[in-house]
């Protein structure tokens, strides 16, 4: 199925340290969604972005809507062991009725 | 508020049966999308529902399939089930169609031995 190009795969930080990942697609995108999921759940929505150029902040979470609409970013400042997770991005087609998966970044946090 | 909700939580069937997933939406939401997570891969979209009709399909065979009822809550069917069928199964309610922001329920875990 189509999904979205997503990096890093996988990351190991310290706890403390900034995290940044991104999302890139060679569509352009109306809309940009993050979530986190924890293994057997759902996703969780942490931030939506709406508009090319939107920098949008969650607690400690930040995530951009890139100008050319093609890309998105999420950075989490100081990162603590409760963001162990795997992020997925999600971006949507004007008209196509769905959403877009990335392949995810699988966070791991070294207390 | 509830969340969204889906039921069963879990489920196991054999090769060839047939299946039925239950989604309830986030009150006041009138569009359910449903998506397959199979093991290590981002949520794959197969169908989206909004005021009853179909708005939307995603690259699944004609054994799956959907409909949304009048309370907006939802069914997703699949039959002959396949091993490939093993899956995480998400709804996702939103308030109206594609653009809307998406927030999923907890998931049904299907397994197809």
């Known amino acids: 199925g189509q999904q979205l190009n997503q990096s890093p795969q996988s990351m190991f930080i310290q706890e403390g340290e900034d995290v940044s990942m991104n999302c890139t697609s060679s569509?352009?995108?109306?809309?940009w969604l993050w979530y986190k999921q924890d293994p057997g759940e759902g996703p969780v929505l942490l931030i939506a972005l709406y508009k090319a150029g939107e920098l949008t902040s969650n607690g400690r979470l930040t995530a951009q809507f890139g100008i050319t609409r093609k890309d998105s970013f999420l950075n989490i400042s100081a990162s603590i062991p409760s963001d162990v997770g795997i992020y997925f991005c999600a971006g949507s087609i004007s008209g196509t009725y769905k959403y877009i998966f990335g392949t995810g970044t699988r966070l791991k946090v070294l207390a | 508020d509830a969340g969204v909700t889906q039921s069963p939580t879990h489920l196991i069937k054999t090769r060839g049966q047939h299946v039925t997933l239950r989604c309830s939406p986030i009150?006041?939401?009138?569009?359910v999308s449903w998506y397959q997570q199979v093991l290590g891969q981002g949520p794959q979209f197969i169908f989206q529902y909004y005021e009853k009709e179909e708005r939307g399909r995603g690259n699944f065979p004609d054994r799956f399939s959907a409909r949304q009822f009048p309370n907006y809550s939802s069914e997703l069917n699949v039959n002959a089930l396949l091993l490939g069928d093993s899956a995480l199964y998400l709804c996702?309610?939103?308030?109206?169609?594609?653009?809307?922001?998406?927030?999923f329920g907890p998931g049904t875990r299907l397994t197809v031995l």
């Open positions: 569509s352009i995108f109306n809309t």
């Open positions: 009150s006041g939401h009138k569009s």
């Open positions: 996702a309610s939103s308030l109206g169609l594609a653009e809307d922001t998406q927030y």
